[in-house]
């Protein structure tokens, strides 16, 4: 199977020249432009899939520090600038944690924590979905691949629940019956874990990296004090939501609990690497939530958990050689945060937010909030990465919004939890979609449909309901 597509690469590759060539707009400096040519032609390229994503940023790699547009005239200073973003402790936060979520997958602990939710509550589909959803928010705070979480952990023990109840995916007339409700709530549930924690999902760190490029402050903490309430109150609710609009056929599900007990006391008790494994949890969890009072930031708190995990054997240095998942991401997140922050330093993102300020500057900033948001949100349509929809237009729409005096944290926050919840919208939304709907439960149409409801409810809770609960705890 060949990596490169060569007439996608062949249309990044004009587009890229085109937008090189076009004369820098007044009031942008020449290296800014050429630099936004090759970031644009980098995530026009990802979009296209015209080559893998780190085969991509290699390429934005060598353009940077070919034509020195970070450091014109100096080639030492150019690649030293162009490989900044391998030193960006965000980035390393985000690699460390994946090697954190394979210590979950490795002892075992992830699967334990979900079938004791399942044995709770999963006496009916209804409570199955929570259970499942329970056992995603328990493992969110410390696993921020919610592809590894909702594929590695949650997606198998929701498929096996499904067949054990006579819901086959090669069977088109049972999937209705529990596994098409499963699947659907199961991956909604997701997202929504994914955006109440820094640490839920890979580009969340990446948010918090630009609104601090623009100087807005954001916490371990400060995420999860704003994610908690409208992210509770959408577990809670998009279950019952699914429920009335696409209705598992089965409602009573009595024999999950003894399922789920059966296979915890196949298990047997938990191991000493399962108990060192929750240790490390408890301890990462202590320091990100006192991370501010103790004056240690997120970053160190992940390579404490690591040390205890590596020191205990819990993890051996072949697992984190053998985590291709953590080191592709560490590649291509570094490259995209590299390009992103340049064009920050260059005085790009001004000179954009100032142009639209100009041209919507007559709305009051209650007006352009939701504006913003909702142009962030549907926009993810041509997406089928949340990392590039980030890095492509998070720190542009941030700006613009500052620039028209919207509050800060609220928008920066807002638009962190838009890059969990607009996944909904396709079955190429998150990592974790194709995943699921590889599964086969979900046919194309109804996967659409169901997202863009879901979409508009998870909108309104968290504009809404996250909204004024920011305004509670003072974030503008």
């Not at 990296?209 to 577990?235: E, N, Q, T």
């Amino acid at each position: 199977m060949k990596e490169v597509n060569i007439r996608n690469a062949g249309i990044t590759l004009v587009i890229a020249i085109i937008l090189w060539l076009i004369p820098a707009p007044e009031g942008v400096k020449v290296e800014a432009w050429h630099l936004f040519a090759i970031f644009a032609s980098t995530i026009i390229g990802i979009i296209l899939k015209a080559a893998p994503m780190g085969t991509m940023c290699m390429l934005a790699i060598a353009c940077t520090a070919l034509t020195q547009v970070l450091a014109p005239g100096n080639a030492s200073a150019s690649i030293v600038k162009s490989l900044s973003g391998f030193g960006d402790k965000v980035i390393w936060l985000i690699g460390i944690s994946f090697f954190i979520a394979r210590g979950f997958i490795k002892t075992g602990l992830g699967d334990r924590i979900a079938f004791i939710f399942i044995r709770l509550f999963g006496k009916s589909s209804l409570g199955l979905a929570y259970g499942l959803g329970l056992a995603d928010l328990c493992l969110a705070p410390a696993i921020p691949s919610n592809t590894a979480r909702g594929g590695g952990i949650i997606y198998p023990i929701m498929k096996s629940m499904a067949m054990n109840f006579g819901s086959v995916p090669d069977q088109v007339a049972t999937h209705r019956k529990l596994g098409s409700y499963l699947t659907l709530t199961s991956y909604y549930m997701n997202l929504i874990t994914s955006s109440m924690f820094l640490t839920g999902t890979a580009s969340n760190p990446m948010c918090q990296k630009f609104a601090a490029d623009l100087g807005i402050d954001i916490s371990w903490m400060s995420w999860a004090a704003a994610g908690i309430v409208p992210g509770l109150l959408a577990l809670f609710l998009i279950p019952l939501v699914m429920y009335k609009i696409y209705p598992p056929e089965l409602k009573r599900t009595g024999d999950a609990p003894k399922m789920a007990a059966d296979k915890l006391r196949q298990m047997g008790p938990m191991k000493v690497t399962e108990w060192l494994m929750l240790f490390a949890f408890a301890v990462l969890l202590s320091l990100w939530i006192l991370g501010d009072k103790l004056s240690i930031d997120a970053t160190t708190t992940a390579f404490v958990g690591l040390s205890i995990l590596l020191l205990t054997s819990v993890l051996t240095w072949e697992d984190i050689k053998s985590e291709k998942g953590a080191w592709d991401t560490i590649v291509w997140f570094a490259v995209l945060v590299m390009m992103a922050s340049s064009l920050n330093e260059l005085g790009f993102m001004s000179w954009f937010s100032e142009l639209v300020r100009k041209e919507i500057g007559t709305l009051s900033w209650s007006i352009a909030f939701p504006v913003i948001v909702l142009v962030y949100f549907f926009s993810h349509y041509i997406f089928a990465s949340a990392t590039a929809h980030v890095a492509a237009m998070y720190a542009a729409l941030l700006g613009v919004g500052v620039s028209l005096g919207i509050p800060g944290m609220l928008l920066a926050m807002m638009l962190g939890f838009m890059g969990s919840i607009y996944g909904v919208l396709t079955h190429y939304g998150h990592g974790p979609a194709p995943v699921f709907f590889g599964s086969g439960y979900v046919e194309l149409k109804s996967w659409w449909i169901n997202g863009l409801m879901i979409g508009i409810v998870l909108l309104v809770i968290y504009m809404g309901v996250g909204g004024l609960w920011m305004k509670v705890i003072g974030y503008y």
